[in-house]
């Protein structure tokens, strides 16, 4: 088996061997707002829950150089955002918005997606996302990349509102069938979810 110190390696080397470890990995599309009012969306696959108590979930969002993203900016100024799930039927819109506009440009109208009013905070969501989270930012971290210089915002949000399409919705839980999300791989590549199996957990 090989052994490698990432200290040795570039930051390319570990981020393939990461990217191409760790999945599946979920995607969050996520929509902010600029100061300036702009609603920006972008999608991420640096993302899970936090905990369920209260329900927290988090985002990384890796800086171009020394320059925040979008998104890291915003959510940081404005204190808010909306995490979507991204699935089958949304991916092909959502891979639009990944491409990099100037600040006072909006992805969402690049990508043809739809505005809908959030109830708790002023940043929308999307509606053709089947499950959608409000959320209030918790906390902002700084992550040093080295030289005294911060490569990443670490984004840990608190959710104040839930939004779940009916149809992928039964007796409180998710019919994952039904929402049908899409994963992230390595390069361009993307993951269904395949066969299901089920193991009981010792006791």
Known sequence: MLS???KYNSERDNYK????????????????????????????????IVTANPPMISISVQRQGLMQKDTARN??????????????DNVG???????????????????QLTLLPSETISVPGVKEAKVRFEC?????????????????DLIIGKITRIHIDEKVYDEGKIIYEELNAVSRLAGNDYAKIGDVFAMERPR
Do not use: C
Request: proline share 6%; glycine share 8%; aromatic share 6%.
């Open 93 to 111: 819109q959502i891979n639009e918005t990944a491409a990099s506009l100037p600040a006072n440009e909006s992805e969402i109208e690049k990508a």
């Open 17 to 48: 061997l990461l990217i191409g470890s760790i999945v599946p990995r979920p995607i969050a599309f996520v929509t902010s707002k600029s100061k300036d009012n702009i609603i920006n969306g972008a999608p991420f696959s640096y993302f899970n």
């Open 136 to 152: 209030m930012l918790e906390k902002g971290l700084e992550l040093d990349g080295g030289e005294g210089h911060a490569s990443t």
């Open 75 to 88: 959510i940081i100024q404005q204190k808010e955002f909306v995490v979507h799930i991204v699935d089958e």
């Open 4 to 6: 490698i110190d990432p």
